[in-house]
C-alpha cells in the first residue's frame, strides 16, 4: 500500500544522484575558477558577483522544478483527481458512481416522485434510442427499467420511468414525440412494477405450475389491461361452439387467440394497445406450460368447527368432485336451485361442468367429516368483472357456511388482484344480501326485473391487512 504522502511526491533516487554529481562538479569548477581570479586586482569582486548569480540561478531552478515537474499533467491530471474526488463523494453518499443512479438521487432527494409505465415505438436506427434518453434527461427522469421489442419496422420500447411529480403525463408524451417517439402510451405504475422481466416470467410461470386457474389472471399481469375470455370448445347445452384455434395460435394486432388445453380458446383483447411478437410468444409459452402440467389444483384444506360443534372442511374443487356437486343437487329444493341458477331447474346440473372448471375461476368446497359435500363457492372470471355465487345445501344453511364461503372468495379476488366483485341474485333471496352486507364493503345495488345485481367494491388494503380474519360463525380448528 502506499501512503498519501508519497503518492504525492514520488522518490526518484536516479535524479539525486545526477545531481549530487552535478554538486560535486560545481564545487570543483568554481574551485578552479577562485583560483584563476583570486590572484587578479578585482578578483574579490568577480567572485561576489558569480556567487550572487548562483544563488540567483539555484533559486529559480528550485521554484521551476516544484511547479512543473512535482505536478501532474493539467491535461490528464486534473480529470483523474477530479473523477476521484466525485467517487469518493458519491461513495460517501451512498449511491453509486453511474450517472443515472446520481441523477436518480438527485430527484428523489430533491422532490416528490412518480413511477410511470411508458411505452412507445421509434425507428430501428443507431441513434433513436439515445435521443429519447436524451429527452428524458432533460426532463429530470429516471429509466429505471428498460425492454425492447422487435418488430419488423421499427422498436417498440418500454419503460418503467421515475418522474418528478409534477411532470404531467401530456407533457412527458409531448417530448417523446419531439425525440421521435409514436404510438405513445403511459399509464401509472407502482412499486410492484419494479421487477424486470425475467424475474416476473419465472413467478408467473410458478403460479401457473401450481394452480390451473392461475392462468387467465397470469396472462393478465403479464399483458397488461386486457380483456381474457374463455371460450369452450362446447356449450353448456352440449352443443359445439365452433370456437378454436391452431396450436400456435393466432395474433391480430389487439387479438391473440391460444388454443386453451382444455378445450376451446383463449382470447386476449387490448383495444388500445396492438400487441407484440413478443408479447405473443410469452403468453403462448405459459399456455404451453399449462398444458403439459395437465390439471391441478392446491390441496390445502381449512377444518372449521360450526357453533354446534360439528366439523367441516373447506377446500378448492375441480372436476373431480363433479359427481358429489350432482349428489348435493338431487338433495337440495326446487326453491335453493332457483335462486342459485335463475334458470330452469333441470338444467343445474349441465352448468357444473363449466362452474368445476379451474379455467373460469376458482371454486370452494365445503363437506362434512363424512366427506359429503353441502356447499359450493364460485369465483368466476367475467371478463373485466367477477362474478361471485353460492350455493349452501338446504340442511347446512344459517350456519354461517354461507357467509365463510363468500368472505374467502372474496380474499382470492383480492389475491388475484381484483377491484370489485359482483353477485347476481333474487330481491327476496335475505341470504344473500345478508352475507353480502356483512363483507362491510362499499356496495352497489341495481334492480332489473326482479333480478338484484349487488357490486362490492374492494378496499384492497384494508383487506389485506385483515387477511381472512373475518367475523363468521364458524372457528378454524386446524390447517392440514
Known sequence: MT??????????????????????????????IANLIG????????????????????????????????????????????????????????????????????????????????????????????????????????????GTHPLARGTVDEFLLRAPAS?????????????????TWIERADAHDLVDIPTRMLSLATRTALDAAELPLALRQLLGRCTIHSLPAVSVTGRPTGESAPVEGVLEETVMRLRDPSGGVISVERPYLPFTPTEFARARALVELDARLGPRVPRSEDVLTLPEGNEITVRRADHGDLAAARAMHDRCSQRTLGLRYHGPVAD??????????????????????????????????DGDETEVALLVEDDWQRRGIGSELLGRLVALAVEAGCDSV?????????????????????????????????????????????GSARPSAPTEGARR
Open 167 to 183: 411532470l404531467q403525463a401530456r407533457d412527458l408524451s409531448r417530448e417523446i414525440a419531439a425525440a421521435g417517439g409514436v404510438s
Open 3 to 32: 501512503s498519501a504522502k508519497s503518492a504525492r511526491r514520488p522518490h526518484h533516487w536516479r535524479r539525486d544522484l545526477i545531481e549530487l554529481a552535478a554538486l560535486f562538479t560545481a564545487v570543483a569548477v568554481a574551485d578552479a
Open 348 to 381: 343445474a346440473d349441465r352448468y357444473l361442468d363449466h362452474l368445476l372448471s379451474p379455467r373460469f375461476g376458482r371454486t370452494l368446497a365445503v363437506q362434512t367429516a363424512s366427506g359429503k359435500l353441502v356447499a359450493l363457492g364460485h369465483l368466476l372470471w
Open 422 to 466: 359482483y353477485a347476481v341474485t333474487q330481491s327476496h333471496n335475505t341470504g344473500m344480501v345478508a352475507a353480502m352486507r356483512a363483507l362491510e364493503l362499499p356496495l352497489d345495488y341495481q334492480i332489473e326485473e326482479g333480478t338484484l345485481v349487488i357490486t362490492a367494491r374492494l378496499t384492497t388494503d384494508r383487506l389485506r391487512t385483515e
Open 39 to 146: 590572484h587578479q586586482p578585482d578578483g574579490p569582486y568577480l567572485l561576489v558577483a558569480s556567487a550572487v548569480a548562483l544563488v540567483a540561478t539555484a533559486a529559480f531552478h528550485t521554484w521551476w522544478a516544484r511547479r512543473h515537474s512535482h505536478a501532474p499533467p493539467s491535461g490528464e491530471g486534473g480529470s483523474a483527481q477530479g473523477g476521484a474526488d466525485m467517487a469518493v463523494r458519491g461513495t460517501r453518499d451512498g449511491a453509486p458512481g453511474g450517472a443515472g443512479d446520481s441523477g436518480a438521487g438527485g430527484i428523489a432527494g430533491a422532490e416528490e416522485t412518480t413511477l410511470w409505465r411508458m411505452r412507445t415505438t421509434v425507428r430501428d436506427a443507431p441513434g433513436s434510442l439515445a435521443a429519447l434518453c436524451v429527452a428524458l434527461a432533460g426532463l429530470r427522469v429516471d429509466i429505471l427499467t428498460l
